[in-house]
């Protein structure tokens, strides 16, 4: 009983995938309009980042024309030789301080690493302050008016 069950299944299904191969190889047909149509509602595929960055990236090609040349290069090496290159600015804050003639810190000049903007802080250590007053620096001063 079992092999005649297995038989037969295996005959259906046999059939049914002959029957399916048949309706299946015929392509469907479509009229020239619906053709047309289906062309003009199809959309252009969207760019990827990599595509836009790109496009983006060819805007900022280097330009032969502004290349440094070989008299550029060596005016730079002599001006370097006697000194005259200008001074590289440091990424971090400076801080100068100014002594006067008895080597005493009067103020720093602070110079931070991102404005490259100096500012003077005074130092009053010299100088009596008010009872439980232990700051000795003054205000900063960030704009210097000199006439």
């Known amino acids: 009983m079992r ?5 037969l299944t295996l005959g259906c299904a046999l059939i049914a995938t002959q029957a399916l191969a048949q309706t299946v190889g015929a392509p469907p047909q479509i009229s020239e309009q619906d053709a047309r149509s289906a062309r003009q509602s199809v959309q252009p595929a969207k760019q990827s980042n990599y595509d836009r960055l790109t496009e983006r990236a060819k805007a900022y090609e280097v330009n032969p024309d502004l290349a440094p040349t070989e008299a550029d290069y060596a005016k730079a090496r002599k001006d370097r030789a006697e000194g005259r290159a200008p001074k590289k600015r440091a990424q971090g804050t400076e801080i100068e301080t100014v002594r ?15 404005t490259h903007i100096p500012y003077t802080v005074e130092n009053r250590a010299d100088r009596p302050t008010d009872p439980g007053d232990k700051d000795t620096l003054g205000t900063p001063k960030f704009i210097n008016f000199g006439f």
Do not use: C, F, M
């Open 100 to 114: 006067d003639q008895d080597n005493r810190v009067t103020e720093y000049i602070v110079t931070p690493g991102s």
């Open 3 to 7: 092999k005649t069950l297995i038989a």
